[in-house]
């Protein structure tokens, strides 16, 4: 207990999840801990549990994804009016699609600089897992950061959730730093990966702080299904691109940081690093996954910057048992400052994230599946692709057993632009659309990036297209560009 609240003025604040819930009422704002892990957990199941029969309704503000304790709970009792920015959620998802819940899907380095801007209203409550606190009442959060605290200091009032699960030896991980006096801004001094440029705690005026709560309960892990043939045929091609990189001098022989996001291909991907002779890499990045700690065990890794660790449960083992070790190797920052577009194009870092589906001349969807339905959100990808030193999307050139092309003539959203991708690789091959105008983007997609099955039909609306209009700038059928999807929403199937 001494060692997890330090300071002497709140120990009289402490209570259960369920006294905690009842601070909680209807039409506040609340903004919690959680981008993948650290997200509270006994006070969210709490508010649900105390409001199950009633009618009341929150806005509920995270980092990203939270676990279900949070996102779940909260949307099988319909107690969401707006959720902003990132789930994954399969209730909250369905909630969302239905139309009950109102999801402002936001770019995660904007998200905090608007909560500051006051565009977004006031938040009521940030509850916010931690480790411990200070002396001062200041907060050392544990496995992530995400936007915990501009929650903190923009917050009426604080729910502290102690999860003495976590280990203490998190503390001296962090480096906190938010950008002061908006709407004026200072330049962020990160120029090197290691840089520290803040505290090691979330800075908290002991005054706020209206409730702590104890909870040993544990984050959900990810599982990672061990690497199938397709990550690692995407993988292949693309380190094989970055290695050419170097050898034609347009990457450093030392590399640069690299950002990869959630899931198996991002974790294929650096997973694949391993075989190489680079020992100075540096990672700037949003998730650190379990590929990660095996760069550090191989000696690979000069120095890792995330928002978030999201191992899996054998990855987790890994990290409490060797946590000295890893702590040297790691920060972890806002995703303010994680994703923060002015760092990462200073570092030239170079981002690899997944896509739903891209067209043929390179617009990306991450977000939509068949133009209207949300799937996760867009999360951080575009914070890092607009100023990558190169952005890159990977996608298995199908879905849904081969049923769905994930290279389609038009996507039927767009998350990132033509002007924005410059590299687009699949298990077929990998499309480095730098310097191409539409027309030649167009060929190299799906003549390197397409499937088997659905090349010949991309080709022939392509060759369509221009005997139609011409060698317009981008050639299309307007009324034909969307077929492929409405086939699908009635066939399930995009082929003819
Ligand atoms: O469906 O779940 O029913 O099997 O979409 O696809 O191939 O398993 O890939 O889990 O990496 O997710 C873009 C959604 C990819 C994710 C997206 C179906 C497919 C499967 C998932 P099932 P995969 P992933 C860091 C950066 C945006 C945010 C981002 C994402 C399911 O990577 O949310 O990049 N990205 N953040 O079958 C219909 C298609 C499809 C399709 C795939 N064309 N049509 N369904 N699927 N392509 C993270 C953060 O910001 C926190």
């Not at 003495?164 to 950008?179: A, C, K, R």
């Not at 004026?184 to 001094?189: G, H, K, M």
Request: glycine share 6%.
């Amino acid at each position: 207990f001494e060692e997890r609240i330090r300071c002497d003025r709140i120990k009289n604040k402490v209570m259960s999840a369920e006294e905690a819930a009842s601070l909680i009422k209807d039409g506040m704002t609340i903004g919690t801990s959680g981008f993948v892990t650290g997200g509270p957990k006994a006070v969210p199941l709490a508010i649900a549990e105390r409001y199950k029969n009633e009618k009341i309704k929150l806005n509920l503000y995270t980092g990203a994804i939270v676990g279900d304790e949070l996102d779940g709970a909260f949307a099988r009792e319909g107690l969401v009016d707006k959720r902003i920015p990132y789930q994954t959620n399969k209730d909250m998802r369905n909630a969302i699609n239905n139309g009950s819940v109102k999801f402002i899907d936001m770019h995660l380095s904007h998200m905090p600089q608007q909560i500051r801007y006051g565009f977004l209203g006031k938040i009521d409550f940030a509850i916010i897992e931690a480790t411990a606190i200070t002396e001062d009442g200041n907060i050392i959060p544990t496995m992530s950061v995400g936007n915990s605290p501009t929650f903190v200091s923009t917050a009426d009032k604080v729910i502290v959730e102690i999860n003495t699960s976590q280990p203490i030896e998190l503390e001296g991980m962090h480096d906190i730093y938010e950008p002061k006096d908006p709407p004026y801004r200072e330049p962020i001094p990160i120029t090197k990966v290691s840089d520290r440029i803040g505290v090691p705690y979330i800075p908290c005026d002991s005054d706020k702080i209206a409730a702590v709560v104890f909870s040993d309960m544990k984050d959900t892990t990810l599982q990672l299904t061990s690497i199938n043939e397709t990550s690692k045929k995407i993988s292949d091609y693309l380190i094989d691109f970055l290695q050419t990189e170097i050898k034609r001098g347009r990457l450093p022989k030392t590399f640069l940081p690299l950002q990869s996001g959630v899931g198996n291909v991002a974790n294929a991907v650096l997973a694949g690093f391993i075989e190489l002779k680079y020992n100075n890499l540096n990672l700037y990045s949003e998730v650190i996954q379990d590929a990660v700690l095996d760069l550090i065990d191989a000696d690979k890794i000069e120095k890792v910057s995330g928002t978030a660790l999201t191992l899996s449960e054998e990855g987790l083992k890994r990290f409490y048992a060797n946590i000295n070790k890893y702590k040297e190797k790691i920060i972890l920052r806002p995703q303010e400052i994680s994703n923060n577009p002015e760092v990462i194009r200073r570092l030239g870092v170079i981002s690899i994230n997944t896509a739903i589906e891209v067209d043929i001349y390179g617009n990306v969807n991450s977000t939509h599946i068949l133009g209207t339905k949300m799937m996760n959100g867009i999360g951080g990808s575009a914070d890092f692709t607009r100023n990558a030193y190169i952005s890159i999307f990977a996608t298995p050139s199908t879905a849904k057993d081969d049923n769905i092309s994930c290279i389609v003539p038009m996507v039927s959203h767009v998350d990132h632009t033509e002007h924005d991708v410059m590299v687009v690789v699949t298990e077929q091959g990998l499309a480095d659309l730098r310097g191409l105008s539409p027309k030649e983007r167009a060929m190299m997609i799906i003549k390197n990036c397409a499937h088997p099955d659905y090349k010949d039909a991309l080709m022939n609306y392509y060759e369509r297209s221009i005997k139609k209009h011409g060698a317009v700038q981008t050639p299309n059928l307007l009324d034909e560009a969307f077929l492929w999807h409405t086939r699908c929403l009635n066939t399930g199937n995009m082929k003819i």
